[in-house]
Structure formats: C-alpha cells, structure tokens
C-alpha cells in the first residue's frame, strides 16, 4: 500500500462579492467595428526587441471587407540612415490604393501614428488589429506598468515634456491599454483612465471623451482563428489553412538592419494580416449570434452565445445550487483518463477511439434535461444507488436507459476500490490515477465513476455512505431555435442538440469544409463540456475571504487568488459528463480483458487494444498468459476479434443515427488504414501517460511513424525548420523533429544503443532551447526587472546542467536567457544573460563555458521517463527500465487537501518563464489554506431594492413561520438593513420563484421539501465505519489515567478525551493515538 | 484627397453617432451624404429637445422658413398651454410638408414605366 496525501477539487464562493452583485450588463457594441488599424512591427534583434519600424494599414467597412485607405510605415528614433531607407521606399512604392487618393505610401513618426491614426481609428469604435496583438502594442508603448492582479499589463501609448522638470512624463490625454494574459491563444484587452485633472480642477479628459474612448476595441487575428476553429495559428500556418493566394503567403524573415527587403517583408505581413482578418470575419459573420468579434475568445464563446440565441439560462443565473452540491459534484471531477498499461514493449494494436465522446456521454446521460430544465431538484437515492451498483454487471451497462440512472453522486469511504485518484505520485505534482482506493474519509464520486469501480474491480460494489441524484423539472419556457453558421437548424424543444450536430456533421465532411469543422469544434470543443467546466483564476489587489466547499466540510480562506466561474459553470453537469467518459473507457477496457487480451494506453477517448491480423501471443512481463517456455505474454486479438468482442458490442450504445453516423461508436480510427484505404498492422510504444507513438513496418522491415506524442517535448524550440506546407504534404501533425526523436527513442529501446546510432541526428548535441515570453508580471519578476525584460518580449532560454555546474556558480540562482533567435546554428555562440544578476556567460564544454542539456539528453531523460502512477509488473515502483504490464498500486489516502484549479499554464503555454522553474506566485495547482473567522452562512448584506419592495407586500409571520427566519431580520431586510447570507439565500430563492408566478404558498411549499432534503444528506445519521467505541478495559486504562497527562503526551483535546471515557465512537486512528501510548507507558 | 484618413473615420463616426444612425438619410428628399446630414428638432429645441429627426441641410433650411411663413417661431413660449400649441402645430406643419414630399415621390414614380 502506498500512502499519499490525496487532492480533490473544491467550489468557492466569494465572501466579498454581494450575491446581488450583478455585472452591469455593457451596451454591446456592434458585431464589427467600422474601422480598424491592421499592425506588424519589426524590431531590433537584441534582447530588447526595440521598436525598430512599423507597417499599417487603416481600413473601413465597405461591402462585406475591410478596404484599406491609408498604408503607411512607422518608426521611432532611427538612426538617419535607416530613415532615409524607409523613405526612399515610400517614395518608390504606390500605396495601391486610388480612392480616396493616397498614391504613395505614408511616413510617420511614432508620435504622429499615435496621435493622428491610432487613436482616432479607435476613439471612432474601430479596433487595432494584428495577430498576436500584445507584441505589436507592447511595441509602439512606449512606457508600461505592472496591475496587481498578477496578469495584466498597461501599455502608454503618449507622453509630453514637462517643462517645469524638463523631463518626459506619460500623459493622460489618452488612456493606458490593458492587456490581460489569460493563455497563450488569448488575452483581454480593455482601458485604463487615469482621470487626471488640470490645474485648474476641470478633467483632462471630458466624460464625453471618455465614453468615445471607451469604444476602442481589440482583435487578435490568432485568437478570432483559434475561436473558429479551435486550433492555434501563427501568420503562415494560418494563411496556409485558408488556402491563401501565393502573393498573400508570407516573405521569407529578413534579419539584419531596415533594408527595402525587411520594409516589404513587413509590409507583406500586414497585407497577409488583412487578408486573413477578411477571411475570417466572412467566416464570422456566417454564424447568426450577437457576438461582437472581440469577444470570440474562443470555441466556448461562440457555444455560449448559440446557447443564449437559443434563450436557454445559464445554470448559474437559473438554477439555485446549494452549494454543498456544487461542493460534491466538484469533489467528483477528474480530468480526462491517461495512462499507460504496457510499458515499454511493443505492441501490435488497434488504435480505437470513441465518436465524439464528450457529445455522446452528453447525450447517454441526458445532459439536455439538466441545460433546459425550469429548475433542478435534489433527491436522497442511497439506498437505489446502492441497489442499482449491487446488481449492476457489465453487460448492463451496453443498455442506454442505464446510463440516465447513473446520474448521481454517492460518497463513501473507498475500501480497495478502482477509483480515481489525485495525488502526487511523482513527489512533486498532483497527478490523476485509476487505482486502488483505501480512504477513511468520506469522499464524493460521481455515478459513472462508481459504475467504473463496480466492472473494472472484482465485481465488488463501492458501499455508499450517501447519495443524491440530480433531477431535472420542467422545461424553461421561451426557448427557441436557431440557425448553427446559418445552416443547420437545431431546436431544443424538438430532439437533442448533440445527435443534430455530430449527425450533421458526418453528412457534411466531405462537402463542406467549414462547416463540418465548425461542427467538430461546436461538439468537441464548446457546447458539451467545456463551458461547465470553466473556472478561471483571478488574482486581487488584496486578500478576500473565500469560502471554500469540499465534499463534508467547509471553510474560510483568506486569499489573493481566487477561482472565478462563469455563468455556465455548472460542476454537476461537468463532472457527471467526464466521468461518464471514463466510464466508457473502463468498458471498452474490461472488455479487451474479457477477450484475453490487454491495452497499451488509453488517452482520453482513445485507446490501444493488442491486436494483430492473426491472433497471437507476445511474450512481455506480467502478461496474464504463458508461453509453452514460461514466459509471461500478453494475447493479441485478431483483428476479427477485435471488432466482434471489442467494438461491435458498443453499437447497443450507439447515440446516433447509423444512417447518418456510419462510424462504429467505438471506431478503429482512419490511422489503422494504410493510403489504400485496407487495415495495416499498427505498433504502439510507450513510455507513460501520454508519452507514446504509433507506427508501422514497411516490407523492408523500417519503421514509420504515423502518430506521435508531443507531450513532454512540445516545450522545447524546434532545433531545425520545418515549413508548414511540408507537413501539410506528408500529412504530419507535429513539427519533424518530434517524428526524428521518436525514430531514435524506439531504436534504442528497440534495437539498442549501437544501432540507435544510426538515427542520432546532428541536433542532438545542440543546446535544449525554449523560447520564453514575458506575458505576466509574475515572469518579469522572474527576470529580476532585467532592462531589456519588457512585456511580450520574447528570448531563448537554454536549458542549463545545473549539476554540472561550477562550484563557484550558485545553482540556484543560475538561469540564462539570450536574445530570440529561431536559428539553432546560432545557438551555440550566442551571448546569454543570467537573469539574476544580468552577468553575460557563453554556453558550451569549454571550461570558462556553461554546460547545457543538450536535445540529445532531453531525449535520453525523457525515454527514460518512469511512470509513477503505477507499479511494475513484479509489484515493485516503476523505474526508468521497468517493461511490461503495469499493475495498479493501491493509494492509501493519508489527508485530503483542496486544490485549486490544476493545470496551470505551464504545459499548456510551453513558454512561460515559470516553467523552467516553480513559481511561487502563480497559485494553479497549489491548495486553499485554511484561515479566518468569517462563516459563509452568516455574513451580512442588505437584499436588493426589488427584493425589499417584494418583502414587504408579504406578510412577515408566514415567512417567519415556513423560512424559519426571525422577524427581526425579516424587518431588517425590509428596510434595507444588512441580512445574514443563510436568510438572504431564502428570500432570494423565494423572491425568483414569485418572479416566475409561482404562488407564495406553493413555493414555500417546495423549499420546505426541498430543504428537508438538504438537511436529511447533510445530518447523515449513518456512522462512517471508520468510528469505533473503546472497548471496556481500554476505558479503565483511560479513566485511570491523568487528564493532563493524556491531553499532553497524545496531543488530544480534553473534549475528545472525556468522549472516549464516556464510551462515544471516536475516530479509529483518534484511538490509536491513545492506545499507542498506553502501550508506551507499559513497555 | 483625405489627408488623414484615421481622423475622417473619427469625424464620420461622430456624425454617425450624433444622428444615431448608422444608415441617415433625409426622408425629405432621399438625401444620404452624411456631410450634408444634420439632427433636426422638430418642434424647436427648446420646445422639445428629445423630439429629432434627420434632415439634410436644405431641407432644414427649407423647413425652417416654411414654420416662419406659418408663424411658428422659435421663441420660448410663456405658458404650458401655449408650449403644446406650438409643439402640435410645428408637428403639424412638419408633417404636411412630408406629406407633400410623399405625394410628390409618388407622382414620380407613377411615371416609371
């Protein structure tokens, strides 16, 4: 048994924020903006990043495109020789545009850009345009500060000479632009004001000012593409992807000084920008939602905005979740399931994977219900959930009305049960595991998951502590249809939303492009998962007191870092659709093991089943089979098998229309099929969770690569070029170098060192090199305020080996970073700076030099990866050489803590300065703390006007009587006074239910039964079986001895003692502790 | 030529706004050049500041010697009840005037083939 500290997710709500508190609704502004200013700039190529010139173009609105009327170059403090380079281009090159009249090209200087282009484009409500906007704002400021919430920058855009100092200083004519980091696809952009006043007391800026400054808008072209299509772009890819024409592609990057070459190349970059932007708000305005164009953030966005079109409320504003079950449902959630089963062998498979898993659990477990319901109701289930998992097999769950009854969550004190598990397995970080459970604490686990445990473990049923399901009532009224990208109706009063999509969308691949993409990016990547699931965090000027929720407790939390959710977060439609897909998972699993044989990996919706053309047994450490010499092997189903015993029986679950949705629900994926279109025998190797790669054998015995796993490496800078248009043609998903570190990997895993050989490529010895970006105020800590370390600048950051460092050098304060440079030839002789001291080093096995961590070791270390989830075939931790199959090891939970929001930026960015080191500031994946006084449910705060005027055409005595809440405080609300929270959360429910024309009787009616209920999961009499009662001569022993003493040497509390000595159950381990020094005294 | 195309956005969107209406156009005599587009108090301004419509400079011009030839001048009135007199009867005049626009448009395009 392995004892770790477990981790589980938790709901919080925030002291601070009045209930009532309701974003003032802005007056959205039109879908489009008239005008915008489209941007690229060029720098110096130093660690500065220095503005060296600009290109722009200024565009209206006209006949359904952006029209440019005014292209033009800017710069700022250029030596004359440079100036006089972009001006003699300007003056050699026609704008090319004829109306209304600007033949040549413009030349401005920085100031005059600012003052006569930028800002008037934006005071007139049209937007800056660029693609990744921040770097080309973060440019042409030319002063920046720090915000306190720890993401955000503001960039100053004017200054003025003050002639009293003689110095310059930031003015306040015009507002700070706001940039908040939220990842590496998105940011928010907004104003900051100053209201500074002039000598005379009157404003600097008028309020009419202010509001037409207020207009100015944003977009990043690369987070538009990515909203529309849920992947990431930079300007080449993108123009690629939208099949642009050769004279829009992008120039070949011009280093060195400003030549007529750098001047075209950047010129043809803002070209490409407009093209593109063009391209994409058609796209855009195809979709019949109110969305403005700088608020598609992402896939998400565009869900939400559908769904309201649809009129359907957000849970948060529709439903009143008490927020124990929000606390339970997020106690339940775990991300999607990875692992690795076969370590290190290689396998013949099958590479199956689930149709549109998420839409598809959506659909088995009726989420529809639960999105248009009128209101939701909780129900006391233990004894039927426990009845439904005693009887339930396997086979049971083939059935499609089983899945809508595994709507519920049951808490238990887990015994050995297969359940998922948050801990930190490597030491380090919480990492998600299926394994045995032993946990003496009750803990909440969605239905799903508790069906899981039942099939994967020896048939034994998780014993519930209690249980409640979630029911939905009544339809909300006034929902209607709408118009997905303006062609495909859906209506949720008229069949369920995500059949109507994912059928559409096998009927349009191959016809419509787009839309059939939309389509994926709508089921997959919004409307089905994402948007209940979405927590942000948020940092404060200062600490607020949080209530934290878990599963059997709560508390308060004094804290900077907050969790902020959205309107559609809804945890218990969240975790219930997650662990429904890893109940799929350990379906498809259990029966690739009832067939004999075994899978590889599993990721997400995926998985690898062993199989071949022929059925066979392959030998590999820990198989459940024996070979005629008695080695351990793992069978291979034929291919036959597969489909017959694996994939076929999940066509009884089938959510689709199998006229339309030809696919099996459980597919063998498109990359089992050679170019013929005919099964090919695939391989898989892999490493651990997600670190893995699947490939063929050609007749002549070579390997080829046709998936691989970017996972763990997809940080590192690629150490060659690789132009997207050859990986569009050889149909690779990941840049080549990844494909060429998987080649060696296996052929040393494989073939052995000596003929690994033969696949170390030349870039192997070159130094590992991430490329960081200062998007935070948190990285420009991390870079000790350096000069050059400005926002959105971006560097090369070798990676050291920091054991092999010098004695004189401190480890710990050794971090290099050198100026941004994509040529890795260069890389070796360039100068780098350690952040800390700013001191200049060169990297390299010279003795004066640093030595680094070459791509050679990275793949060295990474192949040797051990995965720490699980045990070894023999039972023993896996280790860097451990092959076979792995076994699951049983997690002995020792405390529970609360976590926040876990994935932070860092594997998802892959460039954040934080990753190469922890970052103390950066609060994801840490654990509220406990502290405070303050208690959620009576913090006081008065009730909204409307609720006041409201309470006071009711008679106080029948509220007091049915709601239990004193007349004093009634009175109080009435007159506006503050009110606790618990009254306030009453009245309010009372109030939105009379809102809706529910009779007062009535209502109080359902919240007396409703609240029953609460009070009936809350006060469980049950005793949890880890209490017991000190037997008889243990009780004497106790009674014999010395409070004092007692309290003293076991560190219990007086109370508790004086519970045992009157024989009440107390905590096992609570008895152990005294036990244990009773023992003590007597030996 | 536009000198500054950025500030002739700006000068475009502030008309825009102050008309409110992103497609203006006079209903006198169909004119949308926005240059020539200005916001009209009906009744007078100080009769009714919230009452607008759009009117083109000519029209305006025209509209306001119409009222002059109809004796409703744009003075403060002295009481209540004169105030909705002269509101009414500068509505009035408004609307025979559109009226004749209206019938004169229609005459036009009886002719159309």
């Known amino acids: ?1083 | 030529m536009i000198a500054e195309p950025a500030k002739a956005i700006l000068r475009r969107e502030r008309r825009l706004a102050r008309l409110g209406n992103r497609t203006p156009c006079c209903p006198r005599c169909g004119e949308t050049a926005l240059v020539c587009l200005r916001l009209d108090h009906v009744t007078g301004h100080k009769r009714d500041p919230n009452f607008t419509e759009i009117l083109c400079l000519n029209c305006h011009a025209k509209k306001h010697d119409q009222f002059q030839d109809a004796d409703i001048l744009m003075m403060r009135e002295g009481s209540a009840k004169s105030l909705m007199i002269m509101r009414l009867r500068a509505a009035a005049e408004t609307q025979r005037k559109q009226a004749e626009a209206f019938d004169h448009w229609a005459d036009e395009m009886e002719k159309w083939s």
């Not at chain 1, 090209?105 to 003052?115: G, Q, S």
């Not at chain 1, 006043?197 to 987070?223: I, M, N, Q, Y």
């Not at chain 1, 100026?819 to 060169?842: C, I, L, Q, V």
């Not at chain 1, 070894?872 to 997690?891: E, F, H, I, W």
């Open chain 1, 1 to 1083: 048994m392995t004892k770790l500290d477990i981790y589980t997710r938790v709901h919080t709500v925030n002291l601070s924020d009045s209930d009532q508190e309701e974003d003032v609704a802005e007056n959205d502004p039109p879908r489009l903006p008239p005008s915008v200013v489209v941007l690229d700039t060029e720098t110096t190529e130093d660690l500065g990043l220095d503005l060296e010139f600009g290109c722009y173009a200024v565009c209206d609105w006209l006949d359904g495109i952006y029209v440019p009327r005014e292209y033009g170059i800017l710069f700022d403090k250029l030596k004359s020789e440079f100036e006089q380079v972009i001006r003699e281009y300007a003056d050699c090159h026609p704008s090319g545009i004829v109306e209304p009249g600007q033949p040549k090209l413009r030349v401005r200087t920085h100031t005059d850009f600012i003052k006569n282009v930028f800002w008037p484009v934006l005071r007139a409500g049209g937007a800056a345009v660029g693609l990744n906007l921040g770097f080309d704002l973060s440019r042409i400021a030319i002063g920046y500060s720090e915000k306190q919430d720890g993401r955000s920058f503001d960039f100053f855009t004017r200054d003025y000479l003050d002639k009293k100092t003689g110095k310059r200083k930031l003015s306040s004519v015009v507002p700070a632009i706001t940039r908040t980091s939220i990842d590496s696809k998105k940011s928010f952009y907004g104003l900051h004001f100053s209201f500074a006043h002039k000598a005379d007391g009157s404003p600097v800026l008028s309020k009419e000012e202010v509001a037409e400054f207020r207009k100015s808008r944003f977009v990043d072209v690369r987070t538009l593409a990515f909203s529309l299509t849920n992947q990431s772009y930079s300007l080449e890819t993108l123009l690629i992807a939208l099949d642009a024409p050769a004279d829009v592609m992008k120039l070949k990057y011009v280093p060195g000084p400003i030549t007529e070459e750098k001047i075209e190349y950047c010129f043809h970059d803002v070209k490409g920008t407009l093209w593109a932007l063009n391209k994409l708000v058609a796209e855009f305005l195809r979709h019949p939602i109110k969305l403005p164009i700088d608020r598609a953030y992402s896939p998400v966005s565009l869900a939400k905005s559908y769904l309201k079109k649809m009129n359907i409320i957000p849970p948060q504003e529709k439903f009143d979740i008490p927020p124990e079950f929000q606390a339970a449902a997020m106690e339940a959630f775990y991300a999607g399931r990875a692992e690795t089963k076969i370590r290190k062998i290689e396998m013949p498979v099958v590479y199956l994977d689930f149709t549109s898993q998420y839409p598809s659990v959506f659909q088995l477990l009726r989420g529809q219900e639960i999105v248009i319901a009128e209101s939701l109701a909780f129900e006391e289930c233990t004894a039927e959930a426990q009845a439904l998992l005693d009887g339930l097999k396997r086979e049971d769950l083939f059935e499609r009305d089983v899945w809508p009854q595994l709507r519920f969550f049951g808490q238990l004190t887990p015994d050995g049960d297969i359940l998922p598990v948050r801990a930190a397995y490597n030491g380090k970080t919480p990492n998600i595991a299926f394994n045995h459970f032993v946990y003496d604490q009750p803990i909440f686990y969605a239905g799903p998951e508790l069906a899981d445990a039942k099939i994967s473990g020896n048939g034994k049923s998780p014993k519930l502590l209690k249980a409640f399901r979630v029911v939905p009532q009544g339809i909300q009224p006034g929902l209607g249809p709408v118009m997905l990208r303006g062609e495909v109706p859906i209506d949720p009063l008229e069949g369920d939303l995500a059949p109507k999509i994912v059928e559409s969308r096998a009927r349009v691949k191959k016809s419509n492009r787009w839309l059939a993409n939309f389509l994926k990016v709508m089921a997959n990547g919004g409307m089905f998962y994402g948007l209940f699931a979405q927590v942000s965090p948020e940092r404060k000027d200062q600490e607020v007191a949080v209530q934290v929720f878990t599963g059997n407790q709560t508390f308060v939390s004094l804290t900077r870092d907050i969790e902020k959710t959205g309107d559609w977060y809804c945890p218990l439609l969240a975790s219930l659709i997650v662990s429904a897909g890893h109940l799929l998972l350990a379906m498809a699993e259990r029966s690739v093991r009832d067939a004999g044989s075994c899978h590889v990996l599993m990721d997400t919706d995926s998985l690898a089943a062993v199989s071949s053309e022929h059925s066979r047994f392959i030998p590999c450490p820990g198989g459940p089979h024996r070979l005629p010499d008695g080695r351990e092997a793992v069978k291979a189903l034929s291919w036959e098998e597969t489909l017959e015993t694996v994939v076929e029986p999940f066509d009884r679950l089938h959510p689709y229309d199998r006229n339309r949705v030809e696919d099996h629900f459980l597919k063998v994926d498109d990359i089992n099929l050679g170019p013929d279109g005919r099964q090919r025998q695939l391989y898989a190797f892999s490493i651990s969770s997600k670190r893995y790669c699947l490939y063929t054998y050609s007749g002549d015995g070579k390997r080829k690569i046709v998936k691989v796993s970017a996972h763990g490496l997809g940080y590192l800078m690629p150490p060659f070029d690789d132009p997207p248009e050859a990986r569009k043609t050889e149909g690779r998903e990941e840049h080549k170098w990844i494909y060429e570190a998987w080649e060696w990997i296996l052929a040393r895993e494989l073939d052995g060192e000596e003929a690994a050989r033969s696949y170390r490529m030349p870039w192997f010895a070159y130094p590992a090199m991430m490329q960081l970006t200062v998007t935070t105020p948190h990285a420009i800590k991390r870079l000790k305020h350096m000069p050059w370390a400005r926002p959105m600048n971006f560097m090369n950051a070798p990676l050291i080996a920091h054991a092999l460092l010098p004695p004189e050098v401190a480890a710990d304060h050794f971090s290099l970073v050198g100026p941004y440079n994509p040529n890795s030839a260069m890389w070796s002789d360039a100068t780098y700076f350690n952040r800390y001291d700013g001191k200049p080093y060169r990297i390299g096995v010279e003795p004066d030099a640093i030595p680094y961590l070459s791509y050679g070791s990275i793949l060295q270390s990474y192949r040797l990866h051990p995965e720490s989830k699980f045990l070894g075939p023999d039972g023993a931790t896996c280790n860097s050489d451990t092959r076979g199959v792995l076994q699951r090891m049983t997690v002995d939970g020792i405390t529970k803590y609360p976590l926040r929001k876990e994935s932070n930026r860092r594997w998802a960015e892959g460039n954040d300065l934080s990753l190469i080191e922890d970052d103390e500031d950066d609060p994801t994946g840490g654990i509220f703390k406990r502290d405070g006084k303050q208690s959620y449910h009576h913090v006081k705060q008065p009730l909204p006007a409307e609720v006041q005027e409201w309470l006071n055409t009711l008679s106080l005595k029948l509220i007091e009587r049915e709601l239990r809440i004193d007349r004093n405080s009634l009175r109080n609300g009435r007159n506006g006074k503050p009110v606790a929270r618990i009254a306030q959360k009453k009245l309010l429910v009372l109030f939105r239910m009379a809102k809706r024309g529910i009779g007062v009787t009535e209502a109080l009616k359902a919240m007396r039964s409703a609240s029953a209920m609460l009070g009936k999961l809350q006060n469980s009499k049950l005793r949890p079986r880890n209490k017991v009662v000190a037997d008889p001569t243990l009780k004497n022993k106790i009674a014999n001895c010395g409070l004092r003493e007692l309290m003293r040497e076991t560190g219990l509390s007086q109370h508790t003692i004086e519970a045992i000595r009157a024989g009440k159950a107390i905590r096992r381990k609570t008895l152990q502790r005294v036990v244990q020094f009773l023992d003590g005294r007597r030996g």
